[in-house]
């Protein structure tokens, strides 16, 4: 399992909700998600948290569908 380190976040992208018009097929919404793993320095979000993030300040994994940013990037919480 991938850890995080000092100030960073693991995020797992969130999916784009069914909708009845055609989308294509990458259907991950690009700028939020549900944090999995914090570094040691972060303090504003926990694991489990629904957070959006500042778009292109984002690491993206060879896992699927995860990202890693700082904490700075973090724009705010939002409940599902």
Known sequence: M??????RII???DKKPDSPLFLP???TIRNQG???DIGPNVSEVAVGD????????ELELPQDNLVVVRESSVL???EK
Do not use: K, M, P, S
């Open 2 to 7: 991938l850890h995080a380190v000092n100030d």
């Open 11 to 13: 995020v797992l992208l």
């Open 25 to 27: 097929e990458d259907l």
């Open 34 to 36: 549900v944090v999995q």
């Open 50 to 57: 629904h957070i959006i993030f500042h778009r292109f300040d």
């Open 76 to 78: 705010g919480r939002y």
